[in-house]
């Protein structure tokens, strides 16, 4: 029987415990959910939300090929003329990317390097990348190569591109700076 007494007054006290809270508070208007989503390979880095700048153009993403010119200073100053291609994809905040390049001079030496780089977008048009890779050279052979690049969206695909680039001939002979200007097409 006392247990009965006991369920019963807690039953009472679980009933009546809602009408002694007060009512609710209205709900406040919710804003209507979007007719459609975008899917992630359509987000708009550009657009921000927030204080925070975004970090990465689309610009800054995907392949690319491009030509690059200008001077080459070591043994045989000269012009440098040379082809590029590559690949960058988001990590974080930052634009990473594999580049090869193969490079004629005026002073007939040929070059081929592989790098590999990272950069950060400085303005909605403008990004900066360091670089680091290996190469080979028809003067001095195995080199170590690093600089960095400046880079600026033209529209429609174009990037122009500017480059400084300081090659340590890994054998002890002389030492190369590149300074390089050019144009590059994102796909």
Do not use: C
């Not at 609710?24 to 390979?41: F, H, I, R, W």
């Not at 610009?59 to 291609?85: E, K, M, P, R, T």
């Not at 360091?130 to 170590?144: I, K, N, R, V, W």
């Not at 690049?149 to 090659?167: I, K, M, P, T």
């Amino acid at each position: 029987m006392r247990n009965a007494a006991l369920v019963f007054t807690l039953l009472s006290v679980a009933s009546a415990a809602p009408t002694q809270a007060g009512s609710m508070p209205a709900l406040p208007e919710l804003p209507p959910l979007p007719a459609s989503y975008k899917d992630v390979d359509q987000w708009d880095y550009t657009e921000s939300h927030s204080s925070t700048p975004v970090a990465i153009d689309p610009f800054s993403l995907g392949a690319y090929a491009g030509v690059l010119a200008g001077y080459s200073g070591n043994a045989q100053d000269g012009l440098a003329i040379g082809i590029i291609a590559g690949h960058r994809f988001l990590a974080a905040d930052l634009a990473i990317g594999l580049e090869g390049l193969g490079f004629v001079s005026t002073g007939g030496e040929l070059t081929a390097e592989a790098s590999v780089r990272a950069g950060i977008q400085l303005a909605q048009t403008f990004a900066v990348f360091g670089h680091a890779g290996l190469g080979y050279s028809s003067d001095t052979e195995a080199f170590a190569s690093m600089g960095t690049s400046l880079e600026v969206d033209v529209g429609s695909g174009w990037v122009a591109r500017a480059d400084y680039r300081f090659n340590h001939d890994l054998s002890g002979e002389v030492d190369t700076h590149k300074v390089l200007a050019g144009l590059l097409f994102a796909f």
